[in-house]
């Protein structure tokens, strides 16, 4: 493959372009009733067809074919020498590189200058906003009277740049970004060209991948061209581009309209470590989430890219959902998206767009009953290995290393009689390390009473622990205010822990770097890991 695609197969006549009918019918029908503008300016987003369709004009006005309404022929010589750029009239310019006045300059004292073979001198002058003032300046003055055997055809990203005083002396066309369709089915032909074998959802994700660029699109098939021999299969597509699989993007916004943020998140960090890219994610999310507002908004009849099944699938869902949460759930994963890539934790601006979204959700989880405290296990009993020499010498006036307090077996001696009334009333002091330890249990319990609870408390951590007062650090303020904002958060994990230890305690939430860890309970918690025992602090 020596030759990119897209210049390879550039469209050689005006029907050959795709997607820019509106534009090209009409310069067909000029250059047929032989009334060609002298300057033109084409606007529009890269890869649309702007230079193409430039480049086609300078050929259809020196066109020698017979059939005028057919012009370019690209049969002739002069169709030839162009397609070949070998064609002295046509002159491109690059604005990027030539901004300078004197090269406007240059321009304008060449213009004079009858065409060496053609009928027309054309002049393309590529990226035009680009120019300086002083270069515009002196363009203007050539378009304001421009010799009869000169075309200028300027092109341009960023149209609000051009002067309108330029912009008045030329004929406007604005060039449209592709449907994924049409530009699948571009690439569709192309594969067909060159004898490719493409597997349909590969196609797909290219196509959508260029995001209405069929350039874009076109040099990515080619980066994913190996030989010719080598089929383009979806998994060495997803590889190259970082793309999640599109099972894990359809799998998160079933989770999402589930209101089951565990299985969401799950499936983003999985995909995430097999190889995904965060940003690029947000940009599936976005293209798939999209699709279904489509499809809710206009029904079945929206022409989309995808297998039969996919649709079903997706109409399946839109059933579900409702416009207003699909919107806000396309605007979350856009901001996604646009945040940059280069932030130390690249996946947060996904994982907070699809947290943020669990706010929407309907109020289907009641506000559970308050539980008996029940089935009460003993505290992690561990036979302490405490010894005096591990210790270390310097006195702690308000740390004591104790052995495991012996109140919870004598209560779960007890339990018929206590299970069922309140917790003693002098709570029994808790280790940091057996809460800890507990983290999961407790995260699993309360799962089961709020499903959205568990991703929270994935963001966060048992940090320190004060008189029986759990503190669970978020690294995140956003994911604090989440905790604060979820009602029945708090009760819920007290409740858990409170039966975990049959004892009474409370958990507070704080930010991680906000907390300041009392230095009693740091050295202790030194101690405990040194240890690998229970050890407590003592009010
Ligand atoms: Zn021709």
Same mark, same amino acid.
């Given at each position: 493959?020596?030759?990119?695609?897209?210049?390879?197969?550039?469209?050689?006549?005006?029907?050959?372009?795709?997607?820019?009918?509106?534009?090209?019918?009409?310069?067909?029908?000029?250059?047929?009733?032989?009334?060609?503008?002298?300057?033109?300016?084409? $606007?529009?987003?890269?890869?649309?067809?702007?230079?193409?369709?430039?480049?086609?004009?300078?050929?259809?006005?020196?066109?020698? @074919?017979?059939?005028?309404?057919?012009?370019?022929?690209?049969? $002739?010589?002069? $169709?030839?020498?162009?397609?070949?750029?070998?064609?002295?009239?046509?002159?491109?310019?690059?604005?990027?590189?030539?901004?300078?006045?004197?090269?406007?300059?240059?321009?304008?004292?060449?213009?004079?200058?009858?065409?060496?073979?053609?009928?027309?001198?054309?002049?393309?002058?590529?990226?035009?906003?680009?120019?300086?003032?002083?270069?515009?300046?002196?363009?203007?003055?050539?378009? +304001?009277?421009?010799?009869?055997?000169?075309?200028?055809?300027?092109?341009?990203?960023? +149209?609000?740049? &051009?002067?309108?005083?330029?912009?008045?002396? $030329?004929?406007?066309?604005?060039?449209?970004?592709?449907?994924?369709?049409?530009?699948?089915?571009?690439?569709?032909?192309?594969?067909?060209?060159?004898?490719?074998?493409?597997?349909?959802?590969?196609?797909?994700?290219?196509?959508?991948?260029?995001?209405?660029?069929?350039?874009?699109?076109?040099?990515?098939?080619?980066?994913?061209?190996?030989?010719?021999?080598?089929?383009?299969?979806? +998994?060495?597509?997803?590889?190259?581009? @970082?793309?999640?699989?599109?099972?894990?993007?359809?799998?998160?916004?079933?989770?999402?309209?589930?209101?089951?943020?565990?299985?969401?998140?799950?499936?983003?960090?999985?995909?995430?470590?097999?190889?995904?890219?965060?940003?690029?994610?947000?940009?599936?999310?976005?293209?798939?989430?999209?699709?279904?507002?489509?499809?809710?908004?206009?029904?079945?009849?929206?022409?989309?890219?995808?297998?039969?099944?996919?649709?079903?699938?997706?109409?399946?869902?839109?059933?579900?959902?409702?416009?207003?949460?699909?919107?806000?759930?396309?605007?979350?994963?856009?901001?996604?998206?646009?945040?940059?890539?280069?932030?130390?934790?690249?996946?947060?601006?996904?994982?907070?767009?699809?947290?943020?979204?669990?706010?929407?959700?309907?109020?289907?989880?009641?506000?559970?009953?308050?539980?008996?405290?029940?089935?009460?296990?003993?505290?992690?009993?561990?036979?302490?290995?405490?010894?005096?020499?591990?210790?270390?010498?310097?006195?702690?006036?308000?740390?004591?290393?104790?052995?495991?307090?012996?109140?919870?077996?004598?209560?779960?001696?007890?339990?018929?009689?206590?299970?069922?009334?309140?917790?003693?009333?002098? =709570?029994?002091?808790?280790?940091?390390?057996?809460?800890?330890?507990?983290?999961?249990?407790?995260?699993?319990? &309360?799962?089961?009473?709020?499903?959205?609870?568990?991703?929270?408390?994935?963001?966060?951590?048992?940090?320190?622990?004060?008189?029986?007062?759990?503190?669970?650090?978020?690294?995140?303020?956003?994911?604090?205010?989440?905790?604060?904002?979820?009602?029945?958060?708090?009760?819920?994990?007290?409740?858990?822990?409170?039966?975990?230890?049959?004892?009474?305690?409370?958990?507070?939430?704080?930010?991680?770097?906000?907390?300041?860890? =009392?230095?009693?309970?740091?050295? &202790?918690?030194?101690?405990?890991?040194?240890?690998?025992?229970?050890?407590?602090?003592?009010?």
């Amino acid at each position: 493959m020596s030759q990119a695609l897209y210049r390879k197969w550039r469209p050689a006549r005006f029907k050959d372009v795709i997607g820019q009918d509106h534009i090209t019918h009409t310069l067909q029908n000029s250059v047929a009733a032989d009334r060609i503008g002298h300057a033109y300016l084409l $606007c529009g987003p890269r890869g649309t067809g702007k230079t193409t369709t430039a480049r086609l004009l300078a050929k259809a006005v020196n066109c020698t @074919g017979e059939d005028v309404s057919q012009r370019p022929c690209d049969d $002739c010589p002069t $169709c030839h020498a162009i397609n070949d750029g070998r064609f002295l009239d046509l002159i491109e310019i690059d604005a990027a590189s030539n901004t300078g006045v004197d090269d406007m300059r240059n321009l304008r004292d060449k213009v004079n200058f009858a065409p060496s073979e053609g009928r027309f001198k054309v002049y393309i002058i590529d990226e035009v906003h680009m120019l300086s003032i002083a270069a515009f300046n002196a363009l203007l003055k050539t378009l +304001e009277e421009p010799p009869a055997h000169v075309k200028f055809v300027l092109a341009t990203t960023e +149209e609000h740049k &051009v002067p309108i005083t330029i912009k008045s002396r $030329c004929q406007q066309f604005n060039f449209r970004l592709l449907t994924t369709l049409e530009i699948k089915g571009r690439l569709q032909w192309l594969a067909e060209k060159e004898g490719l074998s493409v597997e349909p959802a590969a196609l797909d994700l290219i196509a959508e991948q260029g995001a209405g660029s069929l350039r874009d699109a076109e040099s990515l098939m080619d980066q994913l061209i190996t030989s010719p021999d080598d089929p383009i299969t979806l +998994e060495r597509t997803q590889m190259v581009l @970082g793309t999640a699989t599109e099972t894990a993007v359809s799998t998160v916004v079933e989770a999402w309209i589930n209101r089951n943020s565990g299985e969401g998140l799950r499936i983003i960090h999985e995909s995430l470590i097999s190889g995904a890219d965060a940003r690029q994610f947000a940009r599936q999310m976005v293209t798939y989430l999209r699709e279904l507002l489509l499809l809710k908004a206009a029904g079945n009849e929206v022409p989309l890219a995808g297998t039969p099944e996919r649709r079903q699938e997706m109409l399946a869902q839109v059933g579900r959902s409702s416009t207003s949460s699909l919107i806000k759930a396309v605007k979350a994963f856009s901001e996604a998206a646009m945040t940059a890539a280069s932030s130390w934790q690249p996946q947060l601006p996904l994982e907070l767009a699809f947290i943020g979204l669990m706010d929407d959700q309907p109020a289907t989880i009641s506000t559970p009953a308050p539980q008996p405290i029940t089935a009460l296990p003993p505290l992690p009993v561990k036979p302490t290995a405490v010894k005096p020499t591990a210790v270390k010498p310097e006195p702690q006036t308000k740390t004591e290393i104790s052995p495991p307090p012996t109140k919870p077996v004598e209560t779960a001696a007890k339990h018929t009689a206590v299970a069922k009334s309140t917790p003693a009333a002098e =709570p029994i002091p808790l280790a940091l390390s057996a809460v800890q330890k507990k983290w999961r249990e407790m995260v699993a319990q &309360v799962g089961e009473r709020n499903k959205n609870l568990p991703a929270l408390l994935h963001m966060g951590k048992i940090i320190g622990l004060e008189n029986n007062v759990i503190i669970i650090g978020f690294d995140y303020p956003i994911f604090k205010e989440k905790f604060d904002k979820t009602a029945n958060a708090l009760p819920l994990i007290n409740q858990s822990y409170s039966a975990l230890f049959n004892t009474k305690c409370t958990v507070r939430a704080v930010i991680t770097s906000e907390y300041a860890v =009392p230095i009693e309970e740091a050295d &202790v918690r030194q101690l405990a890991q040194e240890l690998g025992g229970v050890v407590s602090i003592k009010e």
